[in-house]
């Protein structure tokens, strides 16, 4: 069994792992914004329980590995979109962002997890994502040399079994998700976009109609008046 420290020091060993993202949702509901996908670091912090700035030292210390598994920092134009199409939606409160906002994917907060010490909440993902890792593995190994289950104790045949077709089901889940659902739900997003900028342009071309309408209906009644 993985020891939690290795989990914490080895970017190699988080990195075999980081497809479990399902194991977050089993330990405390993961709250996402109305996109499905993102989560900011206030949202973060309240997950697991620390404080914001304990987040940001996470950030800081971890900012490449954590960039290449979903962390980006919205800015400029990219910032301005994101809070009309995804903020402007958020019931809940979060602190308005001046000039960037810095947004998780589901695979960094996970990433996150495996980085943060001082949390009980990130502790028991971790516990649960080694857990559910070995017994997978154990019960994987064991079906592909022709051999019956034998694992530790407390586990059982049963429950590696189970937990053999759950990372089955779950590898393919994910599979489906990052092949279909995932790119159509990012389709929907930036064709809301677009169709909210042709609204936005239209509107604009209305209330010009209604500017020149008014010109042509104020010159009239000079004319008329003249008469």
Do not use: C
């Amino acid at each position: 069994m993985i020891d939690q420290t290795a989990l914490l020091e080895s970017r190699a060993l988080r990195s075999s792992v980081l497809d479990r993202t399902d194991v977050l949702d089993r330990v405390k509901t993961l709250a996402l914004l109305p996109d499905g996908l993102h989560v900011t670091t206030a949202m973060v912090a309240a997950y697991f329980g620390v404080s914001v700035e304990a987040i940001r030292q996470v950030k800081a210390r971890h900012r490449e590995e954590l960039s290449e598994n979903g962390m980006v920092t919205l800015q400029g134009r990219d910032l301005q979109e994101f809070k009309r199409d995804i903020l402007s939606r958020y019931s809940g409160s979060y602190p308005q962002p001046r000039s960037s906002l810095t947004v998780y994917s589901r695979r960094a907060v996970l990433n996150i997890a495996m980085l943060l010490r001082d949390s009980e909440v990130a502790r028991q993902v971790r516990t649960y994502l080694l857990d559910m890792e070995h017994l997978a593995r154990t019960g994987l190994m064991n079906e592909s040399a022709g051999h019956p289950a034998e694992p530790a104790e407390p586990a059982t045949p049963e429950i590696l079994s189970l937990a053999a077709l759950d990372a089955r089901i779950d590898q393919r889940i994910n599979h489906v998700l990052g092949r279909t659902v995932v790119p159509m739900f990012n389709a929907l997003i930036e064709t809301s976009g677009e169709h909210h900028r042709r609204l936005t342009a239209l509107h604009g071309d209305v209330r010009r109609a209604e500017n020149r309408l008014r010109l042509h209906s104020a010159r009239l009644r000079r004319l008329q008046g003249s008469w």
